[in-house]
């Protein structure tokens, strides 16, 4: 009896833990409301990933018209290709939260509105985990 009890607690202070790893990751992302065609704006993102220390990734689609340069990388390879912005880690930094940020240049000609959205997906116990970042 003893036995089963102590394996209960057990699970249940893993169970625990995990929901509380998960439920402290965040991302905020600011960028301006409005950027007109052929002007540049500046896109923060705060990873708060508590003590994740995995591989993850953030990444964001982009519309055409549009193109990413790296202003601080938060020690994540960079990369912008086929209009996705992509910053990955083989593995998270100690810090529990992580600030990048991006130019994104519009395309003098462009015209309309776009959304930024992103994900933040990470590995936490062996599985790949995922946190929307909306704007």
């Known amino acids: 009896?003893?036995?089963?009890?102590?394996?209960?607690?057990?699970?249940?202070?893993?169970l625990s833990v995990n929901l509380l790893v998960d439920g402290n990751v965040k991302v905020d992302m600011s960028a301006p409301g409005q950027v007109g065609a052929g002007e540049e704006m500046t896109v923060q993102v705060t990873l708060n990933k508590s003590d994740?220390?995995?591989?993850?990734r953030f990444q964001q689609q982009l519309p055409g018209g549009l193109e990413a340069e790296v202003v601080d990388d938060g020690n994540a390879q960079f990369r912008f290709e086929d209009?996705?912005?992509?910053?990955?880690?083989?593995?998270?930094?100690?810090e529990e939260e992580i600030t990048i940020s991006y130019k994104v240049k519009v395309h003098k000609r462009l015209k309309g509105t776009f959304e930024l959205d992103g994900t933040f997906s990470y590995?936490?116990?062996?599985?790949?985990?995922?946190?929307?970042a909306p704007l």
């Not at 009896?1 to 893993?14: P, Q």
């Not at 990955?88 to 930094?93: G, M, S, T, Y």
């Open 1 to 14: 009896m003893f036995y089963k009890l102590l394996l209960l607690i057990n699970f249940l202070s893993v």
């Open 52 to 56: 994740l220390r995995s591989f993850a």
């Open 83 to 94: 209009q996705t912005v992509k910053f990955i880690w083989l593995r998270l930094p100690a």
């Open 123 to 132: 590995i936490d116990n062996n599985k790949r985990e995922s946190v929307e």
